[in-house]
């Protein structure tokens, strides 16, 4: 079943893009989706659903999202100024996160935020380049960190 359903999601999502109903391309989008939605079944359906989790990460994004939109202000700031005030490093550090999905997600969200880009990221060293000591204070340990090791305990 989840196999059809994923298979029937692709498959309209497909046309939906092409908007094309040629013969050869609707064989292509039924080889196509079906070779796609045999490999990935599980992502879209997934044999338990952990709503918790779900919540979580629901709630992590709009979060996420104000934060960038709060570094955006930051590094904007630095431009206007006639002396560019940046003070760069490279920031190293423990991650508490130890999942794979822990380990990419915080990597991730700290690429995403404006002023810190993640350069290495393992379960035993993060490195991070920070545009100035504003932007790297809270890696290590910070709020980002914590919200990830909440949704990290639910999986």
């Known amino acids: 079943m ?6 029937v999601i692709l498959l309209g999502y497909w046309f939906l893009l092409s908007g094309e109903f040629t013969p050869i391309i609707i064989v292509l989008a039924v080889i196509s989706s079906f ?4 490999l990935t079944k599980d992502l879209f359906f997934p044999e338990k659903v952990n709503i918790i989790l779900i919540l979580k990460i629901f709630s992590y994004v709009p979060w996420l999202f104000w934060q960038i939109v709060l570094a955006n202000i930051e590094v904007f700031k630095i431009l ?6 940046i003070d760069p490093s490279m920031v190293e550090f423990e991650p508490k996160v130890k999942s794979d999905i822990g380990i990419t ?3 991730n969200s700290i690429t995403l935020t404006p ?17 100035g000591p504003q932007f790297a204070e809270g890696l290590s340990g910070g709020e980002m960190e914590k919200k990830i090791l909440e949704i990290e305990k639910c999986l």
Request: proline content about 3%; overall charge positive; charged content about 20%.
């Open 35 to 38: 070779i796609v939605s045999y």
């Open 80 to 85: 206007i100024k006639p002396k560019l005030d």
């Open 115 to 131: 002023g810190t880009v993640t350069i290495f990221a393992d379960r035993d060293h993060f490195f991070v380049h920070a545009l």
């Open 105 to 107: 997600l915080l990597a």
């Open 2 to 7: 989840r196999l059809f359903a994923t298979f």
